[in-house]
Nanobody, 121 residues
């Protein structure tokens, strides 16, 4: 069993910053890509940022230049530094990890439960 737990969400004013963290635990052999998605009210879920095990990153155009994804492979953690937040960034943010589990040959995408980010004055 693999579990991901997000933390760091909250209420912030426009222009402010938040740092989200996500810890993966459980029956993990190795983790390939990790990333973050979000779903705002009345919106489709969208992929925000991804990072490979080697550190290559990709960002959605809506957050590029404002958000930074990083990871700590030794700790099985992924982070999302969010700067210059806008009201349209308000959403539940979910982390994922592409996990190869111990004693299994396949890789699965595991998701966290989400953390709420609200950008409002």
């Amino acid at each position: 069993q693999v579990q991901l737990v997000e933390s760091g969400g909250g209420l912030v004013q426009p222009g402010g910053s938040l740092r989200l963290s996500c810890a993966a635990s459980g029956s993990i052999f190795t983790i390939n890509a990790m990333g973050w998605s979000r779903q705002g009210p009345g919106k489709q879920r969208e992929l925000v940022a991804t990072i490979t095990s080697g550190g290559s990153t990709n960002y959605d155009d809506s957050v590029k230049g404002r958000f930074t994804i990083s990871r700590d492979n030794a700790k099985n953690m992924v982070y999302l530094q969010m700067d210059g937040l806008k009201p349209e960034d308000t959403a539940v943010y979910y982390c994922y990890a592409d996990v190869q589990r111990r004693f299994y040959t396949t890789t699965i995408r595991s998701w966290g439960q989400g953390t709420q980010v609200t950008v409002s004055s």
